[in-house]
């Protein structure tokens, strides 16, 4: 937020919904960082199976299409903090917008925090 002196420049960022709208047709690079609370600690002897966690970033939230990026990281039993990042580049459309998005297959509550980012930069039309 603003009022935290987080770096914005430009009218594409919208800071209540958490999307940046594409002022113009282009490239563009994102990148996302997230650092990441497991609000409980798994039970001894639960399974592992479901012990991931997904960050994407969508357009239009079309996840499941091709228009994503996306990253996986299994959590690990020892720690509460976890830091996740995914960077690369999307074509959007004047208007379009991207937002992030966080899959939580880990059984457990998870909060995003404090510190974490976004950003879109225009590479070119």
């Known amino acids: 937020p603003e009022r935290e002196g987080m770096f914005h420049r430009g009218s594409g960022l919208n800071l209540t919904s958490g999307q940046y709208t594409a002022p113009v047709a282009g490239y563009y690079t994102f990148s996302a960082t997230l650092h990441i609370v497991r609000r409980e600690q798994r039970k001894k002897g639960q399974s592992c199976r479901g012990n991931r966690l997904r960050v994407l970033i969508c357009v239009q939230s079309h996840c499941q299409h091709n228009s994503n990026l996306e990253t996986m990281s299994r959590l690990e039993n ?33 909060t995003v925090q404090s510190g974490s980012d976004f950003s879109a930069i225009l590479l070119g039309v």
Do not use: E, K, M, R
Not at 80 to 99: E, H, M
């Open 78 to 110: 020892g720690g509460d903090l976890f830091t996740i990042s995914v960077t690369g580049v999307l074509y959007l459309q004047a208007g379009q917008y991207a937002s992030v998005f966080v899959d939580n297959a880990a059984g457990s509550p998870l």
